[in-house]
């Protein structure tokens, strides 16, 4: 049985959010699964000595720019949110805990999750928020503040970083096809070249 | 009538080979011409803070693995020279001595250095393996010889690089399409996207 493709994202990151709305369908015609895995990207920033985007002079004002455009030509909703970036940790501590749960549960909450912070400008690092955004999902806001608060969860979070970060993810979004490490939104066509082909 | 589109690239710089292979052919698709403009990049990575990829933890290693599935995906010969990167300097003054003569011949010298550097690993920061790549094209080694030490020339590939980085150039490859800036060979798509819409 093959493994799923493995798709490493940050909660507050554009790119990551244009990937997570393509990502799917593209991995399902060729009859595969993607495993979604948030981490914070900010550790493996240090780990690999890069800064977030707009940090960066020139590049900062360009990816901007990129990001508007690229919502244009697919359509999807965006804009960029105020303050950006931020620690998404409740969003991604409370996906790990409704992973373990139930899946689908837990992607459909993760599309929430990047809706809010970059359609709708919602402050996804705030813990009522990262709960109130599970109501409509039939998540008790309850469980959910308290598993964002839990050691087990923090640590849940801490670990998936640190094992991704040791697979050489040093971006979001990074898709990892059975072991083959594919970097940015704009390389999810070569994730599906990779998937047809087998390798090459 | 509309301005060719802007090429800019670093002869040391393995994504601006590959886009050298195919922008041509993707931008003659809409009518459109080129404009190869060789810069040093290195300038441009001290106004934006960046660093080459190699020196770059994890994305060094990355790019490194995805320089070789790049080539064998476009069919491309290549290989990681050693050393590098290095700094162009020669090539690229005498590509703007050439392009001021005949733009066809200063393109076929460009091929010529780029093919040199990562399909034969010769060192085109050597003024002498400069002129004699130009010997073939009927390039009288010795007036390319005056040319790179000459201060007008050297001048000229200072003000050209210094332009690129006042347009927002800050990595190679980099296109400019009627003022809108692509980055990388990842993104040649969208500059066929944009020449095809006329922008979105």
């Given at each position: 049985m093959t493994q799923p493709v493995e798709f490493y994202f940050d909660f507050a990151s554009p790119y990551g959010y244009f990937a997570s709305l393509e990502v799917d369908e593209l991995v399902a015609a060729f009859g595969r699964e993607v495993a979604w895995k948030p981490i914070m990207i900010g550790s493996a920033f240090k780990a690999s000595g890069n800064l977030p985007l707009?940090?960066?002079?020139?590049k900062g004002e360009y990816s901007r720019h990129d990001w508007e455009r690229v919502a244009r030509l697919m359509g999807a909703p965006y804009r960029l949110p105020d303050?950006?970036?931020?620690?998404?940790l409740p969003p991604s501590r409370a996906y790990w805990w409704l992973e373990g749960r139930d899946k689908d549960l837990a992607r459909s909450y993760a599309r929430a999750v990047y809706l809010a912070y970059f359609?709708?400008?919602?402050?996804?690092?705030?813990p009522e928020v990262a709960c109130a955004l599970g109501v409509p999902l039939g998540i008790d806001p309850d469980e959910m503040a308290a598993a964002i608060q839990s050691p087990q969860w923090k640590g849940r979070l801490k670990e998936e970083t640190e094992a991704a970060i040791a697979k050489g993810v040093f971006g979001s979004p990074f898709f990892l096809v059975d072991g083959e490490g594919f970097w940015g939104a704009d390389r999810l066509w070569m994730v599906g070249a990779w998937l047809e082909k087998g390798g090459w």
């Open positions: 707009v940090s960066q002079p020139m303050p950006f970036p931020v620690p998404a359609a709708e400008n919602m402050d996804i690092s705030s």
